[in-house]
């Protein structure tokens, strides 16, 4: 019988010098995504790669975990001695649906009830379908998660409390400097990812002087700023003295810094952010921006226990269609599905 299963590294497992080790561009997932498909043959397949977490989902009726896990050092190259950081896997689709759904509205975060991390699930699972990697299950999942997170937003108070990485990033900038100032400060934003578009859309909540951004691929960074009172810079390294406040949503961004104490503010929103031993200015790193949101964020444990009961709900009409959708292809062998 086919199951959801799911290979897991997140915050709790692994640092964030070993979820980098394990993280694949673009060519490397190609290669993954080509060998789990042809070589071994799943239904479909979905890879969620987050700054917390990457994971792998996949429809299948073997477990076929070891394969795809060996797979997947070997393209990192990942040397994992004694297997001391084995990756969390997830078996059957009762157990998987619950991961999931409790993934995209933030329980299992770094951060309660984080914000974008159901963005990030839905763009993993519209790539798998542009890249024709989604299955029946996977479908229904991604179905099921969305059904979920709207009811959850209409009808509990879990979602009133906004703990944007993005949004609370700009406001630990009044830390350093008045909020009155702002007009008079230019900012420029090093990236065009998910994070950075985060920041984009919180932008207008605070009257900066002037905004650039920079990112490597100059058509991603103009599709972000379109229509926005942004300026597009080409990617080079940074003068201390050319902005006021710099954003940063890639890893090694404060390395274009050439004098980062003429800074008046340095945020970094990157994985790699943990790696920088010490600020040469003011600023806020990834981390301890999670801390703080955790700590602020109490109020929303509360409307747990509605979460949850819509939750058992949901899981259990997913398991119930399945069930359903089991049978029926036992009864017609011949259909393809």
């Not at 799943?42 to 990457?54: A, D, E, F, I, M």
Request: hydrophobic fraction near 35%; charge should be neutral.
């Amino acid at each position: 019988m086919r199951k959801l299963q799911i290979l897991s590294i997140d915050h709790t497992s692994h640092s964030s010098k070993e979820r980098q080790a394990f993280a694949l561009n673009t060519e490397q997932y190609d290669e993954l995504s080509s060998y789990i498909k042809y070589v071994l043959g799943v239904h479909g397949h979905v890879y969620l790669s987050t700054c917390n977490r990457l994971e792998i989902y996949y429809d299948a009726e073997e477990d076929l975990r070891d394969l795809i896990i060996k797979k997947w050092k070997s393209l990192a190259k990942v040397i994992d001695k004694n297997n001391q950081k084995s990756i969390t896997t997830y078996l059957g689709s009762d157990i998987c649906i619950n991961h999931i759904l409790q993934l995209c509205i933030g329980i299992k975060s770094a951060i309660l009830g984080d914000d974008q991390i159901l963005s990030q699930l839905k763009k993993a699972f519209e790539s798998a379908r542009t890249n024709e990697s989604m299955s029946t299950l996977l479908e229904r999942a991604y179905q099921t998660v969305m059904r979920f997170h709207k009811q959850v937003c209409r009808d509990t108070e879990y979602r009133n409390i906004t703990v944007s990485l993005a949004y609370h990033s700009l406001k630990s900038i009044y830390q350093h400097i008045q909020k009155n100032d702002l007009k008079t400060k230019s900012v420029l934003i090093i990236g065009a990812g998910d994070m950075a578009a985060q920041i984009v859309k919180y932008l207008p909540k605070f009257q900066f002087g002037s905004v650039s951004i920079m990112n490597r691929t100059e058509l991603k960074a103009r599709r972000l700023i379109n229509g926005k009172n942004i300026e597009f810079v080409d990617y080079s390294s940074l003068d201390g003295n050319e902005y006021d406040i710099i954003i940063s949503c890639i890893d090694q961004g404060y390395g274009l810094i050439i004098n980062p104490s003429q800074l008046d503010f340095y945020i970094d929103l990157s994985l790699a952010s943990s790696n920088i031993e010490s600020l040469s200015c003011p600023g806020i790193l990834l981390e301890e921006l999670q801390n703080y949101i955790t700590a602020q964020s109490t109020a929303r444990l509360d409307s747990l226990s509605e979460v949850s009961f819509i939750m058992i709900k949901c899981k259990e009409e997913y398991l119930n269609w399945l069930g359903h959708w089991s049978s029926r292809r036992k009864d017609s062998p011949s259909r393809v599905a």
